[in-house]
């Protein structure tokens, strides 16, 4: 056999004569063999030399605090005594020493420092607790669930809780100072977002209500109004307006809180009513809260009273904290999407306050008309910021948000567009200065842009002053009838005209006959109601606690007075008609002319002198 020749003394052959290997390949698998036994002594050696770490409580007995935070979030008060919250001395542990490196914990796991106060113990069942300076800690389960504390730096504070579970719901409970108590908030940041507190029904000791998505929790003086606003809240208008327009949508549920007095929802809240109102609210992504129920309208024996009292409601301002819960939710959701939850909210009070208003205004004439006549009255008394970084800076600053932001709003939306609006809203939600986010939004510079909404208000202002607004905005109200409708709506429908002097006032019918004409039926609310009615045709009727009443238009006024006396005022003239059938009608220049009864009549100059006609 031909080839290589294999010297005897370069390999070692087995007894067999088998091939095995050469000496340098031997020395070198010794070698090998050498470093790998080391090693492993080594690691044997430096794993049982690892120091122990023992539980911070010396009193903790149990090797391994077990938890379990089931598949879900809670949802439900009754269902939070369920949910397990882990004690920092059942997981807390204690070094000799603080140096970093590998120890070994007390159920055998692996713990690891990483600097003074803050380590990480991967436990024998499966889950891992950190604790960090400043007192935060966590633990993660095996099943993907986790909790998290959080210090507060605040005097008195209790840690801020955390809950996680794999489905994307939360728990959070947090610790309200001002309260000195825990306000628990369920969450799910996956699509649909959710979120709202859960509310503890004992504290509240109130009745609830439902409706539409919104949980009332309310005292027996708030009755008549939750009775009113499931007869008027137009839940699927404004959720479709809102959505198609706005892109906003709540798909969980929001609690209402409803407190009898503003010293109650002050201490709730920890603030006071904006611009120190006795009645208004608070929206939130949380829950709603409204004030005040001592203030609102009681049940009466009356059925007729009941149902005014119904139509009265100021549901324009659950309208408007509803819009704040929109908002705010759908500003949740973008952060969410955008994975930036941990950005602080954006101050922005010309558009919370003005949007929530603008949609309020849809929904309620009363509050458009508000909004209308308030924003008038501030451009004329020079109350309206020059500058956009004013609006800003000045905050509720004579409730300028409420009125120009309104309208402002208005503006974007019908120049615009609602892709306008809600562009703004997403852009400064998602952390854009508010001045870029209007310049991007409009085009315009942000002082020019109210220049242009101020301007565009008083030209729209001057053709709605043509027309009655004060009367748009009495839709809903009880209607006030007079006592003679036939003669009332002749009255009306003609638009009486005054005579050129009291020269053309010949006989007594020349003067309105007021006693048929504006007699109305006020017994079921005289000395009951005070207020304003609607009435038929374009008047409005306003009702005196001591059973006075008064009709009026934008053109003339009507005024009943004790014992029946009826005046009536137009274009500077005053016409007079007692209970007797006595009549007087007086002219701008203070003549008049006064008729005892049909036969008997006198001319008088403005003295009160008589004169012959």
């Not at 909004?371 to 020079?382: A, H, N, P, Q, V």
């Amino acid at each position: 056999m031909t080839g290589i020749k294999i010297k005897p003394e370069t390999y070692l052959i087995s007894p067999n004569g088998k091939f095995m290997f050469s000496k340098n390949q031997t020395r070198f698998f010794l070698f090998c063999f050498s470093l790998l036994f080391v090693s492993s002594s080594f690691s044997l050696f430096s794993q049982e030399a690892k120091p122990k770490a023992v539980y911070s409580d010396p009193s903790r007995k149990i090797e391994t605090k077990r938890y379990d935070f089931g598949s879900t979030a809670p949802r439900e008060y009754d269902q939070l005594s369920s949910l397990e919250e882990p004690n920092l001395k059942d997981l807390r542990l204690k070094f000799n020493a603080q140096i970093p490196g590998y120890y070994t914990g007390p159920d055998g796991g692996e713990v690891y420092i990483f600097k003074p106060n803050q380590y990480q113990w991967k436990r024998k069942d499966g889950s891992t607790f950190f604790e960090f300076e400043g007192g935060n800690w966590r633990l993660e389960l095996s099943n993907g669930s986790s909790f998290i504390s959080y210090t507060l730096n605040c005097s008195g504070c209790l840690p801020k809780l955390h809950w996680r579970w794999g489905d994307g719901t939360q728990i959070w409970k947090e610790w309200i100072p001002h309260r000195k108590d825990f306000e628990w908030v369920f969450q799910k940041t996956t699509p649909p977002l959710l979120n709202w507190q859960i509310v503890d029904p004992s504290k509240r000791g109130f009745q609830k209500s439902n409706v539409s998505i919104y949980e009332l929790y309310h005292s027996p003086n708030w009755n008549l109004f939750v009775k009113g606003l499931k007869e008027n809240f137009k839940d699927k208008e404004f959720f479709e307006f809102v959505r198609r327009e706005f892109n906003l949508e709540n798909r969980g549920k929001v609690p209402v809180l409803m407190f009898a007095s503003n010293a109650e929802i002050t201490t709730y809240e920890g603030k006071k009513l904006v611009g120190g109102s006795e009645e208004g609210g608070f929206g939130s992504q949380n829950a709603i809260t409204l004030c005040c129920g001592n203030k609102q309208f009681q049940e009466t024996d009356s059925s007729v009273l009941n149902e005014d009292a119904k139509r009265r409601g100021r549901y324009e301002t659950f309208y408007h904290e509803a819009t704040h819960n929109l908002t705010q939710i759908t500003c949740t959701s973008y952060k969410a999407e955008a994975d930036k939850l941990s950005l602080p909210v954006t101050i922005d009070h010309w558009f919370e306050e003005g949007f929530a208003n603008y949609v309020a205004g849809q929904f309620s004439p009363r509050e458009k008309n508000y909004i209308y006549t308030e924003l008038d009255k501030r451009i004329k008394e020079g109350k309206i910021p020059r500058t956009f970084k004013t609006l800003v800076d000045q905050g509720y600053k004579d409730m300028i948000p409420y009125t120009l932001g309104a309208y402002m709003v208005e503006y974007m939306h019908s120049r615009y567009g609602g892709r306008a609006v809600t562009e703004y809203h997403k852009n400064t939600c998602l952390g854009m200065d508010l001045s870029s986010a209007l310049e991007k939004t409009t085009g315009m510079n942000p002082d020019q842009f109210i220049k242009t909404v101020v301007s565009d208000f008083q030209t729209k202002m001057q053709s709605l002053k043509q027309k009655d607004m004060k009367k748009s905005s009495m839709q809903g109200f009880t209607v006030m009838m007079p006592k003679n409708r036939r003669e009332y709506d002749a009255f009306v429908s003609r638009e009486y005209t005054v005579p050129s002097s009291i020269a053309d006032i010949r006989n007594y019918d020349d003067v309105p006959n007021l006693q048929k004409i504006f007699q109305a039926n006020v017994e079921d609310y005289s000395k009951l109601r005070e207020g304003e009615f609607d009435a038929p045709g374009n008047a409005i009727f306003f009702l005196f606690k001591n059973g006075l009443y008064k009709w009026f238009t934008s053109t003339w006024e009507v005024g009943v007075f004790p014992g029946d006396q009826i005046v009536l005022q137009k274009d500077g003239w005053q016409f007079i008609e007692w209970e007797d059938g006595t009549k007087k009608a007086m002219s701008p220049d203070g003549t008049s002319v006064m008729f005892w009864s049909r036969e008997q009549k006198g001319y008088f100059d403005k003295s009160g002198k008589k004169i012959d006609l």
